[in-house]
C-alpha cells in the first residue's frame, strides 16, 4: 500500500510523455510508469518497439517515423524529480540494460525515486544489487509466467509483482501474499469496475491510464 490505508497509484505509460507525466502526478499518482529500452547505447523513453532495420517503430499495426528525436530516461528523471515517483518497466532484452540503466540514476541522483518492473525477471536480479532500495515488481502476464514464477515464490524470494487483471483473482492472491508478496500492483485496470474487482481480490495497487480514476481512489472514492 502506498500510505497504508489506499492502493498504491500507477499512471500507466504516463512518462512515455512529459506532458502526461505532469498530468499522472496531479491526479494523485504515486508513480508515472516509463517504458525504457536500450537503443544503441541510449536509455530511451517509449512503448513502441524498433521495426529493425527500418528506421520505424511501431506498436500494434501502428508505425511511427523513428527518426524523429526520441526522449531520454536523464529528461524524464529530471522532469519527475521534486514531483513523484518513476515506475520504470525494463523492455527488451538487450544485456547491458541494467547496468545502463543503474548508471544514469546513480548520475541523476534519482535512487530515492524509482521502482523498476520487467517480463526479463534477470534484469530485476541484476539491478537488486546495484539499486538494492528501489522496489523490483516481477512481471506476470500469463498462466506460463505464473508457473515459471512459482518455484522462486515458493522460496519466499519475491516481494512484489506487477500482475495483468486477467489473471488476478481470490485464489491467485491469497498465493502471492501467503508467498510473502507484499505489493501486487495489477494494470489493465481502466473502470471503476474493474478497479473494484481487483481490489475485491486483495490487489495492493492499481496502474490504469484512467486519471481519473487514480484521482477517484485517491479521495477514496471508490467505497
Do not use: C
Not at 547491458?96 to 530515492?112: D, K, Q
Not at 522496489?135 to 509483482?161: C, D, H, Q, W
Amino acid at each position: 500500500m502506498a500510505d497504508g490505508a489506499r492502493p498504491l497509484l500507477i499512471g500507466h505509460r504516463a512518462a512515455n510523455h512529459l506532458d502526461k507525466l505532469a498530468d499522472a502526478f496531479a491526479a494523485g499518482g504515486d508513480y508515472a510508469e516509463a517504458d525504457v529500452w536500450l537503443h544503441h547505447g541510449r536509455l530511451e523513453v517509449r512503448h513502441e518497439k524498433s521495426l529493425w532495420p527500418l528506421p520505424l517503430l511501431y506498436d500494434g499495426w501502428k508505425l511511427f517515423p523513428g527518426w524523429r528525436p526520441r526522449l531520454q530516461l536523464r529528461d524524464v528523471l529530471l522532469a519527475a524529480k521534486g514531483g513523484g515517483r518513476l515506475f520504470i518497466d525494463l523492455k527488451g532484452r538487450e544485456p547491458g540494460l541494467p547496468a545502463a540503466m543503474a548508471g544514469v540514476i546513480a548520475e541523476a541522483g534519482a535512487e530515492e525515486i524509482v521502482a523498476f518492473s520487467s517480463p526479463g525477471w534477470e534484469f530485476l536480479d541484476e539491478l537488486a544489487d546495484a539499486l538494492p532500495q528501489a522496489p523490483l515488481f516481477y512481471t506476470i502476464s500469463n498462466p506460463e509466467r505464473m508457473e515459471l514464477l512459482r518455484p522462486r515464490l515458493g522460496k519466499g524470494e519475491i516481494a512484489a509483482v506487477s500482475i495483468h487483471s486477467r489473471m488476478l483473482s481470490a485464489a491467485v492472491t491469497e498465493e502471492l501474499k501467503s508467498s510473502g508478496v507484499r505489493l501486487m500492483t495489477t494494470w489493465a485496470v481502466e473502470t471503476e469496475a474493474d478497479a473494484r474487482r481487483v481490489l475485491g481480490y486483495g490487489a495492493t495497487g492499481i496502474t490504469t491510464k484512467n486519471l481519473a480514476l487514480l484521482t477517484a481512489i485517491r479521495n477514496g472514492e471508490l467505497a
